[in-house]
């Protein structure tokens, strides 16, 4: 079974500095996807980053980055120069090969932004 | 562009009523998804839809839980006498047929059994 597993309940971070989120995951699928979404306190589930298990590169959007070490099946968030508005929940999750489109989260990880 | 819109936003409801959560999905998405969150915890797959058919009700907690979506569009989460454990914010989800198969969320419904 596919499993997604945050170990960093919350995380401290100083503006400006970066800070990098874990995710490890297990699965015996050879085609998966990897997500990273951001949840503030709205409720709103906000999609930030895509990796697909046969992506060479590792995937960047902005001041996201994720650090996909398909060995080790971790595929870690980083986040450069935090910003106050980045304080939220992170979930880490991955969506099976085609037939299966759910994704399976992880219990998520709050990063809190300090001045 | 509009993205998913869920109605209501709260909902409060005494336990044993009849509750009924809509999803209006990003328009032309093929695909729609139901997750449930409960209180500090990831969310859970409930259910799948790919335009009308439902091709995945294996998360659904009961056959009290239902779903939707007769047109392809509009889906509709109905959950008959409700207790206490429904309470958990209701979330949905759309993606495209193509062009990667990310899902975008809506700001979800948060429903209250008491």
């Known amino acids: 079974a596919q499993k997604i597993t945050q170990t960093q309940p919350g995380m401290f971070v100083q503006e400006k500095e970066a800070v990098t989120l874990d995710c490890t995951y297990d699965t015996s699928d050879q085609s998966y996807g990897l997500f990273w979404y951001k949840q503030p306190s709205s409720g709103e589930m906000i999609f930030l980053i895509y990796?697909?298990?046969?992506?060479?590169q590792n995937a960047t959007e902005g001041r996201y980055s994720l650090n996909f070490q398909k060995a080790r099946k971790s595929a870690n968030l980083v986040i450069s120069a935090s910003q106050l508005g980045d304080s939220a929940m992170y979930f880490c999750a991955m969506r099976g090969p085609y037939n299966t489109d759910k994704l399976i989260f992880g219990t998520g990880t709050r990063l809190q932004v300090f001045p | 562009g509009a993205g998913v819109s869920q109605s209501p936003r709260y909902k409060v409801a005494k336990r044993g009523q009849d509750v009924a959560l809509r999803c209006d999905p990003i328009?032309?998405?093929?695909?729609l998804f139901w997750y449930q969150q409960a209180l500090g915890q990831g969310p859970e797959f409930l259910t799948y839809f790919q335009n009308e058919a439902q091709l995945d009700k294996s998360g659904l907690p009961s056959d009290r839980f239902f779903a939707e979506r007769p047109e392809g569009s509009v889906s509709t989460l109905k959950i008959q006498r409700t207790q206490q454990e429904d309470s958990a914010v209701y979330l949905c989800?759309?993606?495209?047929?193509?062009?990667?198969?990310?899902?975008?969320f809506g700001p979800g419904t948060r429903l209250l059994v008491l």
């Open positions: 990796q697909g298990s046969y992506d060479e």
């Open positions: 989800a759309s993606s495209p047929a193509d062009g990667g198969r990310t899902q975008y």
């Open positions: 328009s032309g998405h093929v695909s």
